[in-house]
């Protein structure tokens, strides 16, 4: 068998990672490791030379989670950063001044969040931020002066989402939320107009798959991903005047993933689809040579980023399934690029496993598509197997590096990632497909793709585990309790319990967004019932497998409550668990010594039950 991969190496600090370059090409920031946890470093960087990694500094002082959101202002000489407290999402903006090295909290308001609207080259010292301290589920737009650090509201909020700022960094496009679930993409005229027309009725079925993306330069068009009218998500420019629509790109079966948009003219030059792989659509010809040339630098899946304000140099970042995202700039006045770094070097000293797509028909018919991840030189037979759920779960595993398919690969496990019913990317029947099917047919999906692995040959019926975080912990949760006989353990990372605790304990930001889920999970007022039978809880006495139950004490998502409801139900009917609460943490695991000490503990659980290798074991 290959090497053991340390889970330092795979869940660790990565070495460097995100780097961003300066408004006027001459500097390199990046996240690195600071007193053990991310900070912002910087370094000087020329077109001949490189980056003159000899004189890299630190800028930023965090001990505490890291810093993990970071960009420039446009100014040049301010560092931006967002940051919460024990993972409470209440999201802080901070900047550093480069020249005196001086720190500011910009927005230092208790249960507060932080949102950057928008910003232009053109007013390099303001940017747009909202926060919700007036009503904590609306934000509000401030003007932010980043000389003097005063804030000035620009705009109350008059129940709106996804706000777009124009060139003259004005809001003036934005999504409004209706009580049926339905959205209102809403546009105005000027900063004095209190008058937002609707340009576009959402329905129901279109409001996850539509979105207002850039303005014009000259503010009279839109450009936005909609499915409208559509089976897909496509790109749509749309005239703000009549509403009249001329779509620009659209693939039949899959999402628009990302558009690249030209900092000047805003006119969209890059359009990549998200199939198996990433599919690139070029529509601005005078990019076509550069896209070219940047592919062919890497065999992984780029990424296409802007560097400098003058989009001379621009930001490569390749994924690839059997090595770290690696980093390359492009000079798009010359075509001569460069390898800026790879995020974890220490991978290439092992042998990583590739992943490959697969797809199969669920039991009703309809085609299900995920990502398998085999164990290096071993049989294709008989494997132990974890299936590995993603959260969201309107979101979707993706080809590339993954840490843990990796992981579970280097220990001797088959990973099996499955995009069911209700994920993203696949186009809105597929979306909607999984609306009120928590627990039913999206869970099907998962125990249809098991017994597939199984039909194939591939998995021991006998050593099948089930893993996720968020509505991945809910679906680990669920197959315990709905199909007791299918997994031999599970672990669950934050996941739901009772899907009514949920939906009633949404944060505050999220309840102009709630009929959607009312939709798409159930309303609490009219399907308590419905929304109980689909609850693991309600049928915790029947779980039979040992669970290893993680979760962050300051979660806003999903509240340490729904974990301890099911686990208190587990010790009840005396079922093995294990359950781990971090009391520094949210929605997930920031901080690194955490992050090792959960992956520590669910790699000898796995071991225990599956048999595979686990690290100092």
Not at 121 to 139: A, C, E, T
Not at 227 to 245: C, E, H, I, K, W
Not at 392 to 418: F, M, S
Not at 554 to 577: F, M, N, T, Y
Request: aromatic share 8%; glycine share 8%; charged share 20%.
């Amino acid at each position: 068998m290959p090497e053991l991969i340390p889970l330092t190496v795979l869940f660790g600090n990565p070495q460097r990672v995100m780097p961003r370059i300066s408004p006027d090409g001459s500097q390199l920031a990046w996240l690195a490791p600071h007193e053990g946890v991310l900070n912002v470093w910087l370094a000087p960087i020329s077109a001949d030379h490189g980056v003159d990694w000899t004189a890299a500094r630190v800028v930023t002082d965090d001990t505490d989670r890291g810093i993990r959101q970071f960009g420039w202002a446009h100014d040049g000489r301010h560092l931006l950063y967002l940051q919460d407290a024990g993972g409470d999402e209440n999201w802080r903006l901070y900047d550093v001044d480069l020249p005196t090295m001086q720190r500011r909290d910009l927005t230092p308001f208790d249960g507060v969040q932080a949102q950057l609207v928008a910003a232009h080259k053109d007013f390099p010292d303001r940017i747009l931020v909202g926060l919700n301290k007036d009503d904590p589920k609306w934000h509000d737009v401030y003007r932010l002066d980043l000389t003097s650090g005063e804030l000035t509201k620009e705009l109350d909020n008059p129940g709106l989402v996804d706000m777009v700022a124009d060139a003259q960094l004005v809001v003036r496009a934005a999504l409004r939320p209706r009580p049926d679930g339905s959205v209102q993409l809403v546009v105005r005229d000027s900063a004095d107009s209190t008058d937002w027309r609707e340009v576009l009725d959402i329905p129901a079925e279109d409001a996850m798959a539509t979105a207002p993306v850039s303005f014009s330069a000259d503010g009279r068009s839109l450009l936005l991903i909609s499915s409208v009218g559509l089976q897909a998500a496509a790109l749509v420019r749309m005239d703000t005047a009549t509403g009249a629509t001329e779509v620009l790109a659209a693939d039949p079966e899959a999402d628009v993933s990302a558009v690249r948009v030209h900092p000047d003219t805003r006119e969209p030059q890059i359009v990549t689809f998200l199939r198996d792989r990433s599919v690139y659509r070029v529509l601005d010809p005078a990019v076509a040579d550069h896209v070219q040339a940047i592919r062919a630098l890497h065999p992984g899946d780029p990424a296409f980023g802007h560097g400098d304000d003058a989009d001379r140099v621009w930001l490569a970042t390749f994924t690839t399934d059997t090595g770290s995202v690696t980093y390359y700039t492009y000079d798009s006045s010359t075509g001569v690029a460069s390898l800026l770094f790879e995020a974890r070097p220490e991978l290439s000293g092992y042998e990583l496993a590739p992943m490959e797509p697969f797809a199969f028909a669920a039991r009703d018919g309809l085609t299900i598509h995920g990502y398998l991840t085999f164990p290096l030189r071993q049989d294709r037979s008989d494997l132990p197997t974890v299936l590995l759920v993603h959260g969201g779960p309107w979101a979707r595993d993706t080809w590339g590096y993954d840490p843990h398919a990796q992981w579970l690969a280097n220990r001797g496990y088959l990973c099996i990632q499955v995009n069911f019913r209700g994920s993203a990317g696949y186009g809105k029947a597929f979306l909607n497909a999984g609306d009120r099917e928590w627990g039913n047919k999206m869970q099907h999906d998962l125990t249809d793709a098991v017994a597939h692995a199984i039909g194939q040959g591939w998995s021991d019926p006998a050593r099948i585990a089930i893993m996720g975080g968020s509505y991945g912990g809910y679906a680990v949760l669920a197959g315990a309790a709905f199909t007791p006989d299918l997994y031999c353990c599970g672990v669950d990372i934050v996941g739901p319990s009772n899907l009514i605790t949920l939906i009633e304990t949404i944060p505050p930001y999220w309840a102009p967004l709630l009929a959607q889920f009312h939709n798409r999970v159930g309303d609490p007022a009219k399907d308590r019932d419905f929304l109980w039978v689909r609850s693991p809880l309600s049928a915790a006495s029947q779980i039979r497998i040992p669970l290893l139950i993680a979760q962050g004490a300051g979660d806003p998502r999903v509240k340490q409550a729904e974990s301890e409801q099911i686990v208190a139900a587990l010790e009840q009917h005396g079922i093995e668990h294990d359950y781990m609460l971090f009391a520094d943490e949210g929605h997930g695991f920031a901080k690194p010594e955490n992050r090792l000490k959960f992956y520590t503990a669910a790699d000898k659980f796995l071991s225990r039950y599956l048999g595979g290798r686990a690290d100092g074991g």
